[in-house]
């Protein structure tokens, strides 16, 4: 019993040892191979993206292989930093990387695998596949795309999903194309819950715009249009405003107001309407030159407010300060 424990003992350990063993075996002759047929190996690869005399970008990854010096380099936990204008950057890093750096300021790039693009100004942006086009300078996701914007003060972030992202490194906008849905907390913990055709985020600021039929969502309340721009402070992260241009409409538990414009106040909960506002409230409607509403929509104030009666309503009251019209119908 003693000899057999001390066999084990023994040999336990070689035999754990011997699939790393074959592992790393495997590996080297893999490794003797790429090299004996000119294959290219590089470990902790670094290279630089150049456009003419300006640089286009940067690339790193833990390893490199390309089949020869025509071959695109093949990149293993790759990262590139692409720099944009004006001083913008974005960062993405993904699984394994594909590279083709070659004559006539040709640096086309592709990224897949659990793919996360970082904007300088704070955005994150998490696809399956991204692919750079040199010529275009654009960085393109054509399948589903998660985005996070900048954390507020709260800790609170813009969270949008969509389809089909495109990032244009010369204007510094990176658009989503398809089916947007949208969610940010605003104030007193409301949830405004936005979807629309299309979202256009800035690669500068943090401004948002959302394209195509709008629909907001604020509790009870219920705003469409066909653009809506989120406007945040100057350098910050706070959320500011909303704008609805275009012809707006808001619907409430007991209210209908339509408008050119609307002007959502996150820090005082005011909604301002502007260019021919009206508001239908309880079968009464009021114009004027300007309508509000405060505290969420609890309270409407109109500036220079003018009632607005119909004929229909007109003649009603006409007979009823007047008897013989009502008998003679005239």
């Known amino acids: ?36 047929n000119g294959a290219q190996v590089m470990g902790d690869f670094h290279l630089v993206l150049s456009r003419g005399e300006k640089g286009e970008g ?24 692409f720099f944009a204008e004006n001083g913008a950057t974005y960062l993405v890093t993904g699984d394994q990387g594909t590279v083709v750096s070659g004559t006539k300021n040709i640096n086309d790039v592709q990224v897949k695998g659990n793919v996360i693009t970082h904007s300088s100004n704070g955005y994150v942006f998490k ?33 949008v999903v969509g389809e089909n992202m495109v990032a244009d490194l010369t204007s510094n906008e990176i658009e989503i194309k398809q089916n947007v849905h949208a969610k940010k907390s605003i104030r007193d913990n409301k949830i405004a819950n936005i979807t629309s055709h299309r979202a ?33 402070k100057p350098n910050s992260d706070l959320l500011d405003t909303m704008v609805i241009t275009g012809g707006s409409r808001v619907t409430d538990n007991d209210k209908l107001a339509t408008s ?22 309880n079968g009464d409607e009021l ?44």
């Open 1 to 36: 019993m003693l000899i057999l424990v001390v066999e084990v003992l023994i040999l336990g350990p070689d035999e754990l040892g011997i699939r790393e063993a074959k592992e790393e075996i495997h590996e080297k002759v893999k490794l003797t191979k790429e090299l004996a």
């Open 58 to 81: 940067e690339v790193w990854g833990i390893k490199a292989t390309r089949v020869d010096a025509a071959s695109p380099w093949v990149i293993d936990q790759v990262k590139v930093k």
């Open 127 to 159: 696809t399956d596949l991204a692919n750079y086009d040199s010529n275009s300078r654009k960085l393109i996701s054509p399948g589903k795309v998660d985005v996070v914007g900048p954390p507020d003060t709260n800790n609170n972030s813009l969270t």
């Open 200 to 232: 256009v985020f800035s690669g500068k600021s943090n401004a948002v715009k959302f394209y195509g039929n709008v629909i907001i969502d604020v509790q009870s309340l219920r705003i469409t249009g066909p653009v809506a721009t989120f406007n945040y």
């Open 260 to 281: 050119e414009r609307v002007t959502v106040h996150f820090d005082d909960d005011r909604y301002v309407f502007s260019g021919s506002p009206r508001v239908v409230q």
């Open 287 to 330: 114009v004027g030159d300007e309508i509000m509403f405060l505290n969420g929509g609890k309270q409407v104030k109109v500036l220079n407010a003018r009632a607005k009666i119909d004929a229909e309503d007109l003649e009603k009251n006409r007979r009823k300060k007047d008897p013989k019209v009502e008998e003679t119908g005239k």
